[in-house]
């Protein structure tokens, strides 16, 4: 038996979540909302017990840091629209992580496995919704967009080489409670 997706909650972060992220997004500081999710990051993967009482920002913090295949954003909408909670066998494959983010999704999945599905249910809602922010610059040229820049987020040569695969790691069901 499936578990039940809280959309009142959902949209309840992501409104909180989006009045952070618009908060940030000033094109007189361009990089200010990328200062406050990297500084977001530090804090939670040294206390992600801290997200008890500001949960939103975990979906600020992940925003524009991971992606949606096309599949998976069928699957995304169907469990909204359906209020499931996916499984966690469900739910890692339809999320692709940054590199440089998955130590914090280890360490709040760890934390709350149940916290870190809705925070991707919210970032995808960000991502598809009505009130859709606008992507930096390095996301839109990790999405084809006109810059020249180079950076890709979901690329970076210089961290975890080794890495093969974009998306989903196996050490998500190395790493248990």
């Given at each position: 038996m499936s578990?039940?997706?809280?959309?009142?909650?959902?949209?309840e972060l992501k409104n909180n979540a989006f009045d952070n992220i618009e908060s940030y997004n000033d094109p007189d500081t361009p990089d200010a909302l990328a200062k406050f999710t990297d500084s977001m990051k530090e804090i939670l993967l040294a206390d992600p017990s801290m997200l008890a009482a500001v949960p939103e920002y975990l979906p600020v913090a992940l925003f524009n840091r991971i992606r949606f295949s096309d599949e998976a954003k069928?699957?995304?909408?169907?469990?909204?629209?359906?209020?499931?909670?996916?499984?966690w066998d469900?739910?890692?494959?339809?999320?692709?992580?940054n590199n440089a983010d998955v130590p914090l999704v280890l360490a709040v999945r760890k934390y709350s496995e149940e916290l870190l599905i809705e925070s991707c249910a919210v970032v995808y809602?960000?991502?598809?919704?009505?009130?859709?922010?606008a992507p930096t610059k390095s996301f839109a040229s990790?999405?084809?967009?006109?810059?020249?820049?180079?950076?890709?987020?979901?690329?970076?040569?210089?961290?975890?080489?080794?890495?093969?695969?974009?998306?989903?790691?196996d050490q998500y069901d190395d790493e248990e409670s």
């Open positions: 578990q039940t997706l809280n959309i009142s909650r959902i949209n069928i699957k995304w909408a169907s469990w909204i629209d359906t209020a499931t909670l996916p499984t469900d739910f890692k494959v339809t999320v692709q992580f809602l960000l991502n598809t919704q009505d009130n859709v922010v990790s999405e084809g967009g006109d810059s020249d820049d180079g950076y890709d987020p979901y690329n970076n040569d210089d961290e975890q080489q080794g890495e093969d695969e974009e998306g989903y790691y």
